[in-house]
């Protein structure tokens, strides 16, 4: 059986040395509706929950301001989770595998929140957000939080704000994360820069699961689980050992740590005790080497660039002589008047001329 969860130890902070407490912006800094929000969080009131992450969710440019600071009053709260991040194939049993976790990890004392992407209509932008209705039990328990969003075309099978996300989630005392992405694909391996450990579902049965699979998944895999294994145990056997021996040829141990492979039935609860102590291994194991807090602050500075990213691509979608120019520049280029690069430079121009 699992063990009895103890008082999970304060962590270093995530972040790279940086700021000092005095230099970042703290609760007296917020307006009174913010500061109510950040007290809500801390003193675990859902309402309070959803109502910070929708706020970190707005495109809005006040919006953006005000989560900015509402993270930054949360963030010495945040960083004493487990965060994993679990995919697989569609059909392979991600929800179920997680109701089943979540509560046989709620029985023992944890807190879990769910961080769950459904993939968005290309069309309309809209999505299912079916999560909650796939996890009936899980989502009334009141020790669990379960948050759909649409992935909204983002790459990674996260949705844009997943991050932000995590955190409120640990300032309002929930100790796993699981981060449910959209399905299999290359770009899935976003999501294990933001987690401890990323774990991939699998079914026996699969047709060759050396082909069935994405190498770059089994790259990044610190545990793979073959679901359903009770409909037929022989078949999952084979696909066990299989994947075993791709990861050894993939992968490379790291932090004492070499990925392993688990066959579990989440319909029946079987093997979810061993998948569960396995976690807690690799946990262990990071601890120990140095590794988790040196992974976290990696993920931050990534984060960090990240939004550098998606800020600048912003700012130069606003700028207004660019959006005059925009739209005759890409029918230039698709008549074939103008080269891609020409056209590219030229706008790029606009953006430097504007100065800062």
């Not at 509706?33 to 992450?53: N, S, Y």
């Not at 029946?268 to 102590?277: A, C, E, L």
Request: hydrophobic content about 40%; proline content about 6%; overall charge neutral.
């Amino acid at each position: 059986m699992l063990s009895d969860p103890a008082e999970p130890p304060r962590e270093p902070s995530a972040l790279p040395a940086g700021p000092t407490d005095d230099d970042r912006p703290s609760k007296a800094t917020l307006d009174e509706a913010d500061r109510a929000l950040v007290e809500g969080v801390l003193k675990r009131q859902p309402r309070a929950l959803a109502k910070a992450i929708t706020l970190v969710e707005s495109t809005r440019s006040d919006h953006r301001r005000r989560a900015a600071g509402v993270l930054d009053a949360l963030l010495p709260h945040t960083g004493r989770s487990i965060r994993l991040g679990i995919s697989g194939s569609p059909g392979a049993g991600k929800s179920t595998f997680i109701e089943v976790l979540g509560l046989e990890l709620i029985r023992l004392g944890h807190r879990v929140a769910v961080l769950a992407v459904d993939p968005s209509s290309s069309i309309s932008g809209g999505s299912i957000l079916g999560d909650k209705t796939r996890m009936e039990r899980l989502s009334v328990d009141p020790d669990a939080y379960i948050r759909p969003s649409p992935s909204r075309g983002s790459l990674g099978g996260v949705a844009d704000k997943t991050r932000e996300a995590m955190l409120i989630c640990e300032a309002a005392g929930f100790d796993v994360l699981l981060i449910e992405t959209v399905g299999v694909g290359q770009s899935e391996t976003t999501v294990a820069g933001m987690v401890d450990a990323f774990v991939l579902i699998q079914l026996p049965n699969a047709g060759d699961d050396l082909q069935a699979i994405k190498k770059g998944i089994v790259e990044v895999a610190d545990l793979i689980v073959v679901n359903k294994a009770d409909i037929d145990p022989d078949a999952a056997e084979l696909a066990r050992r299989q994947l075993a021996g791709a990861l050894s040829l993939l992968r490379r141990p790291t932090a004492g740590w070499r990925p392993v492979v688990v066959s579990v039935s989440a319909a029946r609860n079987q093997g979810i005790d061993k998948f569960w102590g396995e976690v807690e291994r690799l946990r262990a194991a990071l601890q120990e080497s140095g590794e988790l807090d040196e992974k976290r602050r990696r993920q931050s500075v990534d984060w960090m660039w990240s939004l550098i990213d998606q800020g600048l691509r912003s700012r130069f979608r606003e700028n207004p002589r660019v959006r005059r120019e925009l739209e005759p520049a890409s029918r230039s280029v698709a008549e074939g008047r103008t080269t891609a690069a020409a056209a590219a430079y030229r706008l790029l121009d606009f953006v430097e001329a504007a100065g800062p």
